[in-house]
């Protein structure tokens, strides 16, 4: 909804063009400006996620969740908190933000560009709505995963290690590729390439959905108060 929103407002505002009508201007910086806005809060996530991951089997039942797991992440993070500070919280930020501004812009641009391409292709066989959606979130993930797996396996190394996260990502990056290769930068690539295709393609249809289902609200509202509402554009 916040991507949603910006999106309208750079479309209103600014000369960029509109998305429906093939700019991919608008996706492009309503993904950067939401990514940020979001920042404080993902980041503290994504710190406390990656150090309950590389603990010891032991301290983590794996596959388990309780109602106690929710207290175990704040548990995790005040602990991180009292040992390195505000830092310790917002370790690797830099890296974050090199790793989910691309994987948001990727995944935003990839996603609006096409759709409205396969939307064009479609029409002529009079195929519309989910399957559009669905096919464009999985182009969308393919994007998204390729352009932002070597910079998540160098924030994950850092996250982890607290003396890594001191260092500039290029230098851990210098350091990876001298000690383990180029390859290093792509493991986990095709386990990537499969995760965000598949929820991208829920992804993309459950966008939309929310979409129309508040373009539908928004029109009831305008109908009570005879007042216009937000419009919002949800293609194929």
């Avoid at 009508?21 to 993904?31: H, R």
């Avoid at 704040?74 to 908190?81: D, K, N, R, V, Y």
């Avoid at 830099?94 to 609006?112: D, F, G, I, V």
């Avoid at 393919?142 to 160098?154: E, G, H, K, Q, T």
Wanted: a positive charge.
């Amino acid at each position: 909804v916040s991507y949603q929103w910006v999106k309208e407002q750079i479309e209103l505002r600014l000369p960029l063009g509109k998305t429906h009508e093939g700019s991919p201007w608008p996706p492009l910086f309503a993904a950067m400006v939401t990514e940020v806005v979001c920042l404080p809060f993902d980041v503290p996530h994504d710190v406390v996620t990656q150090r309950l991951q590389t603990q010891p089997m032991a301290s983590v039942a794996p596959f388990q969740r309780t109602w106690k797991t929710p207290v175990q992440g704040f548990s995790e993070l005040g602990s991180i908190f009292r040992a390195e500070g505000l830092r310790g919280c917002y370790a690797s930020t830099r890296a974050h933000l090199l790793t989910y501004l691309p994987w948001s812009c990727a995944w935003w641009m990839s996603y609006e560009m096409s759709r409205l391409g396969l939307s064009k292709v479609a029409q002529p066989f009079n195929v519309t709505g989910a399957p559009v959606q669905i096919a464009s979130g999985v182009l969308a993930g393919f994007a998204a995963a390729a352009v932002s797996n070597p910079i998540d396996v160098l924030k994950t190394r850092m996250q982890v290690d607290p003396a890594l996260g001191r260092r500039g990502i290029a230098a851990v990056a210098k350091d990876v590729v001298s000690r383990e290769g180029p390859q290093a930068l792509f493991k986990g690539l095709a386990v990537a390439l499969l995760f965000d295709m598949l929820v991208s393609a829920g992804g993309g249809y459950r966008y939309d959905w929310v979409m129309r289902f508040a373009a539908k609200k928004d029109n009831r509202e305008d109908g009570k108060t005879g007042q216009k509402g937000l419009g919002v554009f949800v293609g194929g």
